[in-house]
């Protein structure tokens, strides 16, 4: 049973590089201090496809990062690869793997860029592999996004639906907005319509932000929050 008197742990995944030849697991750092930052431990899980250790390490854990990263293989979602797609993503399958498992949990999930696009992928839903506005999401650029319905993303950033914010951009792909997955909410869209949010319908927090709010200092204490708070109250029913 748990400790529910000690902060909830929260498992998130790692990203996968070569470094000086040899295959690498890499904690990308920010994650994990906006996690230990809003009051919970952090988890690291390696890209290993092994399924007792995916289902020992969820036992141990009270929520999920899912966080960015490269290109899914297009074809994890029934479409060929276009020129525009990255298609150097090392591990996709584990990723895979161990998202179908978060969502098999009722632990709270939030899915960070690829981590939302993932969210997406595995309930069913599709991506648009290169948005027309590609280069206005990329490299950091900053625009505009409303919230388009009540939900988790509301409540996180304080928001009611039509109100906006001011988020971040680093990617090229999107959520595909006819295709967001099975039970998938679109919650927050960007300026030219793109989706910037999406999550499960119903109370849980299953929550994909397609921007970082790990990189700003007045969204991560927002979000990482509303994750932590539902990973400590799904701590106490466990």
Known sequence: MANKNTPPVILLNMAVDTINGRECEVLISRYAQRISD?????????SIE?????ETLLDLADGVLLIGGKDYDPRSYGEKPLPETVMTRKRPHFDIAFGE?????????LGICGG????AIITGGKLIQHLPDAEKHTGGATHRARVTAEGVFARACGKEPGEELTVNSFHHQAVD??????NM???ARAFDGSVEGIELAGERMVLGVQFHPERMDDLAPLFFGSLT????AFRTRK
């Open 38 to 46: 809003s009051g919970a431990v952090p988890m690291l899980i390696p």
């Open 50 to 54: 092994k399924r007792e250790n995916i």
């Open 101 to 109: 498992a978060v969502l098999r949990r009722a632990m709270p999930v």
């Open 116 to 119: 939302c696009q993932l969210l």
């Open 177 to 182: 907005p006819d295709n967001p997955g099975r």
């Open 185 to 187: 909410r679109i919650t």
């Open 229 to 232: 708070a539902a990973a400590a």
